[in-house]
């Protein structure tokens, strides 16, 4: 969440301001391990990383030659490598229909669209959106939605208790929920709740970032 913080993806071809030096190649390396899988695969040796472009994150083998690091200090010793996530203490509020975190001050649908929408679609409907009588809903961006992931878990990777019922996989267009952020003309973004990846939707039918239309979970700004 750390490395998160400097993602833009607004930017262009790059999510990383002109500020950071960067490189084309390799993977940005961040301290958290990949603990759990849905694929079988072994849990040792992953862990969480950001493309060259800073745009995805998933999975990346700690061995090899193709990470790249970026150090930072500050603000407590971090997270350590041997070490589970946990959900920060009192994370949300949850009332009847809403989700309130604690820590951005953000006020969440607790449900979703109860249809899949094409992103073009998604603005009207939170814009429509009215709960307990609260309106000014709009689409998260991608950072904002990126903080509701639950990196402790794997398919299904956000506190259930907060939000359930949410759709739990990876491989189909139900999995995933759009942010704000339009990566192209013809393609934009969203997160998967697989493992909290991020992506735009661009892949053919049956690979991992194949979703013509997407949930749309709003947001508004508390109180």
């Not at 820590?103 to 249809?115: A, E, F, K, M, N």
Request: net charge negative; with cysteine.
């Amino acid at each position: 969440m750390e490395m998160a913080s400097l993602i833009n993806p607004t930017l262009g071809s790059k999510a990383f301001a002109s500020i950071f030096t960067t490189t084309t190649s390799g993977y940005y390396a961040t301290g958290s391990w990949w603990y759990e899988t849905i694929t079988g695969q072994s849990t040792a040796g992953y862990h969480w990383g950001y493309g060259a472009n800073g745009f995805t994150s998933n999975a990346v083998v700690m061995t090899g030659t193709n990470l790249v690091a970026r150090c930072v200090r500050g603000n407590g010793t971090g997270e350590a490598a041997d070490l589970l996530a946990v959900e920060p203490p009192n994370h949300y509020t949850i009332g009847t229909g809403e989700v309130t975190d604690n820590y951005t001050g953000l006020v969440w649908q607790q449900g979703y669209s109860p249809t899949l929408l094409a992103w073009a679609d998604a603005p009207a409907y939170c814009s429509s959106l009215t709960l307990n009588g609260h309106t000014g809903f709009r689409l998260p961006t991608l950072g904002e939605l990126s903080s509701t992931v639950n990196e402790a878990k794997v398919g299904g990777a956000v506190v259930a208790a907060a939000f359930p019922n949410n759709p739990n996989g990876c491989k189909d267009p139900k999995y995933w929920f759009w942010a704000a952020e339009s990566y192209s003309s013809t393609a934009d973004w969203g997160l998967s709740y697989c493992d909290g990846f991020t992506g735009y939707n661009v892949g053919a039918s049956g690979t991992w970032n194949y979703f013509p239309t997407a949930n749309v979970r709003c947001v508004r700004n508390g109180p």
